[in-house]
């Protein structure tokens, strides 16, 4: 019997060896940059939760087409490993393997006796909301995020299809997610036909979209490397789904808010319920919150506003008699005006 090895154990001088894994993401078949080969790219991982970047090519796509359906879990024996060609490095482990003709690759409930499957994996490297615009364009990252709104697919001006949907984390910021082409009919298909359940994503290799040449945060967008999972089986994302639960009500009337009449989506605060002032303590680092309160002033006298000129908005701040005025500012006849005007006693306050 072959010996049972873990991912990092294995190197390309391993003689019969097995491992036991689970396939923790799936692209879809590729073409190279010639388009003379085509390829699959799978990343596999141990009980340890190591992982390896398995690659898959032309023929043997289809040899195992049957196999390696996402979080299930195999034996593995005798891949073909080696170190990465200079230049393709993978983050993930030193070697890569190669899954041919000659690999053995055995369902767990297939072997005699049948084994467990691995439990769902927990390994996530995740970037959070409040970083995306901090991101350079060319960097890909993962995202664990829920779905709470999408629109049909439509063209651009140049004829390339995308489709748009809203994503949101548990801190309840969104922003949008542009999916192009052949993604449209994958799990674009898949997610607008799921958005009454609120579909959670890990969508991994992500990019930032930018605005025109700049470097501006518009919204995530899948690129040429990116994998979609619907539902994943992670308890990061099942803790979402709960969490869902809790404003499933507020969920429903975002969704109405942000679909246009014409059926397109657009990217709208999400609005919350307002707080007391005695739950500010309660609320988790880093929330967003509305907390209505009435201000207690120091003094009678106090201005909630100061005048500036109605053209070149120079304050006057230690004036308070609305009028017109010659502006040395702006070398011309104004009228000065309110500006940071409150006209009541309560106020709602946004931390």
């Not at 590729?30 to 032309?58: C, G, M, P």
């Not at 605005?211 to 040429?224: A, E, M, Q």
Request: hydrophobic content about 35%.
């Amino acid at each position: 019997m072959a010996q049972r090895y873990t991912i990092n154990m294995i190197t390309p001088d391993t003689k019969d060896w097995t491992c036991k894994v689970q396939v923790v993401d799936k692209s879809r078949p590729r073409d190279n940059k010639d388009k003379t080969t085509k390829y699959q790219v799978l990343v596999l991982q141990d009980e340890e939760e190591n992982q390896v970047q398995a690659t898959i090519f032309s023929t043997d796509i289809t040899y195992f087409e049957n196999e390696f359906a996402p979080f299930k879990t195999y034996l593995v024996s005798v891949a073909h490993v080696k170190l990465p060609p200079l230049g393709y490095e993978n983050p993930l482990n030193k070697f890569v393997w190669t899954l041919d003709k000659n690999t053995i690759v055995e369902p767990v409930e297939e072997v005699k006796p049948p084994e467990d499957p691995l439990p769902p994996p927990t390994r996530l490297t995740l970037t959070t909301f409040h970083t995306f615009e901090y991101q350079s364009k060319e960097f890909e990252f993962d995202v664990l995020a829920i779905v709470i709104n999408g629109s049909p697919s439509t063209k651009t001006a140049t004829g390339k299809r995308i489709q748009e949907f809203i994503v949101m984390d548990k801190l309840k910021n969104s922003t949008k997610l542009t999916l192009w082409e052949d993604f449209i009919d994958h799990e674009g298909v898949k997610l607008f036909n799921q958005l009454h359940d609120y579909p959670i994503i890990l969508a991994r290799r992500i990019g930032k979209s930018s605005s025109g040449t700049s470097n501006r945060f518009v919204g995530l967008t899948s690129k040429f490397n990116t994998t979609i999972e619907i539902n994943p089986p992670y308890p990061q994302a099942a803790e979402l789904r709960t969490w869902i639960k809790t404003i499933e009500t507020k969920l429903v009337a975002y969704k109405m808010k942000s679909t246009t009449p014409i059926g397109s989506i657009m990217l709208i605060p999400f609005e919350d319920e307002v707080i007391s002032v005695a739950n500010i303590q309660a609320q988790p680092p880093g929330q967003v919150f509305n907390v209505e309160a009435e201000l207690s002033l120091a003094s009678k006298d106090q201005r909630f506003s100061v005048l500036a000129c109605s053209n070149c908005k120079q304050l006057f701040t230690r004036y308070n008699v609305r009028r017109e005025i010659y502006c040395t500012s702006c070398h011309q006849s104004t009228h000065l005006i309110p500006r940071y005007i409150c006209s009541s006693s309560k106020l709602i306050i946004t931390n």
